[in-house]
């Protein structure tokens, strides 16, 4: 097929962004975003007293000296990787700003694979047959990133696989960085046990949470740090302040006043994140339904706003339209749905496999009044706008599939 911007291939700055909300910022947490300074470096009292109330909620207890926040999690990670210096190790696939920080930095990055039945959290025997490996090589493993609820695969690993992950991963002398930016957007939250790595071994784990995952529009970026309960934390926090000096990475004032709003949780945030939670949950999972029914493979969605299909089953279709790998696949999905469809290659995983990810926003409808009418609606896959979008998906994938069924009747002939 015939590519229309072949500069945008590969370049990190053409990597996807988190799935947004796509929804308008609710009143309360607008009116919140007042000042017009910076905070200090790592973050002003009232945001981080509001994160160490947010983290003590779900069982995490911490202290100032043990905490941190910077203008996004990108940052941070960057922030923490040169701190802590090293290679580092991401499962396979990952989110897709992890590794362009310590390529920046010029540390070498091991991809790791996943089990089965999720992603976000390495296989504990690959992980430590790859740390084995790099240190034979002469490498210098030091840092393991993973997310439980995980970008992009949308799955939330079991306590078990993340129990064993982090033990091996400890007991090989990694420090583990929990990016848990999407604890918070459990699609079912009562029948899902999301286990912080933080709570097994917590001297030797730093959570990084983006609140552009539960609470803030992307174009306000915050993230918080809480650091392990030991000295060596405090020592890596006065490390990760150097760095965030260095780079004057410093939140702006109305973004703090306006984290510090959520991350306190009144009435009108949880409420708003509750009903955003399910609209999205909806839409993945009706879009789940969709790539399945077309012969994709994907593991069903259990958090954040997005869902990670695997195409190769209807790889003849693909080619005959000359889509050979995940760049391809990219290129041929945006250009039919109209919505950017990042590649599988934008997370680490392999070129040539058919791997994409969909995120659930653009489903929500285009214009401020659609997407409103989506939160509200006590029925959004029914709404006219809404349904085109996943209407548009279905017959984009039943094309496929309708070709690669006529190819195997063909060919049995």
Do not use: K
């Amino acid at each position: 097929m015939r590519r229309t911007d072949p500069e945008g291939h590969g370049p990190v700055r053409y990597g996807p962004p988190l799935p947004g909300q796509d929804l308008p910022v609710p009143p309360g947490l607008a009116a919140a975003a007042t000042g017009a300074h910076t905070e200090p470096t790592g973050g002003g009292p009232a945001l981080l007293d509001a994160a160490l109330a947010h983290w003590a909620r779900r069982g995490l207890s911490a202290d100032r000296e043990r905490t941190a926040a910077a203008p996004g999690a990108p940052t941070l990670l960057l922030a923490l990787t040169a701190a802590l210096g090293g290679d580092v190790l991401v499962p396979r696939p990952c989110a897709a700003w992890w590794a362009p920080q310590a390529r920046l930095l010029g540390r070498s990055v091991f991809h790791v694979g996943t089990p089965a039945e999720c992603g976000g959290v390495p296989d504990p025997y690959a992980l430590l047959e790859t740390v084995r490996r790099v240190r034979a090589e002469g490498g210098d493993p030091r840092l393991l990133v993973l997310s439980v609820a995980d970008d992009p695969t949308a799955t939330v690993a079991p306590p078990e696989v993340v129990h064993e992950a982090i033990e091996a991963a400890v007991g090989e002398g990694l420090h583990v960085v929990s990016d848990e930016t999407w604890r918070d957007t459990l699609h079912e939250p009562h029948d899902t046990v999301f286990l912080s790595p933080a709570e097994m071994l917590p001297e030797h784990v730093t959570v990084l949470t983006d609140l552009a995952g539960p609470f803030l529009p992307p174009g306000w970026p915050a993230a918080i740090a809480r650091f392990p309960a030991n000295d060596t934390g405090i020592r890596l926090r006065e490390r990760v302040l150097d760095v965030l000096t260095a780079l004057d990475a410093r939140i702006a004032s109305p973004v703090a006043s306006a984290a510090a709003y959520a991350l306190g949780e009144p009435d009108d945030i949880t409420h708003r994140l509750a009903a955003s939670v399910r609209l999205h949950a909806r839409v993945a999972t009706a879009a789940h339904h969709t790539l399945v029914a077309a012969g994709a493979l994907a593991r069903p969605p259990r958090a954040g706003r997005h869902v990670y299909a695997d195409l190769g089953p209807l790889r003849s279709a693909l080619t005959a339209r000359g889509v050979g790998d995940a760049q391809e696949l990219e290129d041929f999905l945006t250009d039919r749905l109209g919505m950017s469809v990042p590649g599988g290659h934008r997370f680490g995983d392999d070129l040539g496999a058919l791997r994409v990810r969909l995120a659930t926003g653009p489903f929500l409808g285009t214009t401020h009044e659609e997407r409103m009418a989506s939160l509200t609606s006590p029925e959004p896959l029914e709404l006219p706008h809404v349904e085109r979008a996943l209407s548009l998906l279905g017959s984009v994938l039943a094309d496929l599939r309708d070709d690669d069924d006529a190819r195997r009747r063909e060919s049995s002939r």
